[in-house]
């Protein structure tokens, strides 16, 4: 089956570690997404890659880090700089560069610091 | 300008009854304006989308209008059904997808 595989489901972390979120997708698409949900505040774009060994921040980028070493692969590391990172991560890829098509999301990673 | 202003926040409507969505934006570039659906604990799945070429797309019971003079596009749900219960966002593109806040839609019977 093609699609976007997020994990794990959940995923706790202590207050002070970096954590890493994995995002594997098999559809050969060469733009992939991190947003994170929070209630009320809607999808907010963290970092976008458009290419292999390619990225850019997005609104929120402030204490994540991604690498995109393979176009399969877009990890996203929530680093011991995010303030608040307690949320919902979604994944996503969309076949071009540039948009204008379907973005295909994972099913998230929530993520509680404890 | 990378904005995207979505309301109502939640909305709550009777079985067979019209739901609408409404989004504004201010840029001008965006050119490509999806619909994502998503229910509790799941990833968001395209519902329909338009681009600005465009005043009107019909998908079933789902209808974007599009006005392009004024910014702003929506989404109505004919005949909405319990099972439409979910949070609608809209959202739009440049190089990449800038989501509304979402609405959360209750239908009950």
């Known amino acids: 089956d093609g699609g976007i595989t997020q994990s794990p489901k959940y995923l706790f972390r202590k207050e002070g570690q970096n954590v890493t979120l994995s995002c594997e997708q098999n559809l050969n698409h060469d733009a992939m997404y991190w947003y994170r949900q929070d209630p009320g505040q809607g999808l907010r774009l963290i970092y976008y890659s458009q290419i292999v060994n390619d990225f850019q921040k997005g609104d929120i980028a402030e204490g994540y880090s991604v690498s995109r070493e393979k176009k399969e692969s877009f990890p996203l590391t929530v680093t011991s700089a995010q303030k608040n990172p307690t949320a919902f991560y979604l994944c996503?890829?969309?076949?071009?560069?540039?948009?204008?098509?379907?973005?295909?999301f994972g099913q998230g990673t929530r993520l509680t610091v404890v | 300008q990378q904005q995207v202003k979505q309301s109502p926040q939640s909305l709550i409507v009777q079985k067979g009854g019209i739901s609408i969505i409404n989004c504004a934006y201010e840029?001008?570039?965006?050119?490509?304006f999806p619909w994502y659906q998503q229910f509790p604990g799941k990833g968001p799945a395209l519902l329909i989308a338009i681009r600005p070429d465009v005043s009107e797309k019909k998908e079933g019971r789902f209808t974007i209008s599009f006005n392009k003079s004024a910014k702003q596009f929506s989404l109505h749900i004919m005949d909405s059904q319990p099972g439409d219960s979910a949070t609608y966002f809209c959202?739009?593109?440049?190089?990449?997808?800038?989501f509304g806040t979402g609405t959360r839609l209750q239908v009950f019977p």
């Open positions: 840029n001008t570039a965006f050119d490509y």
């Open positions: 996503a890829s969309s076949p071009w560069r540039g948009g204008n098509t379907e973005a295909f």
């Open positions: 959202a739009a593109n440049t190089d990449k997808l800038i």
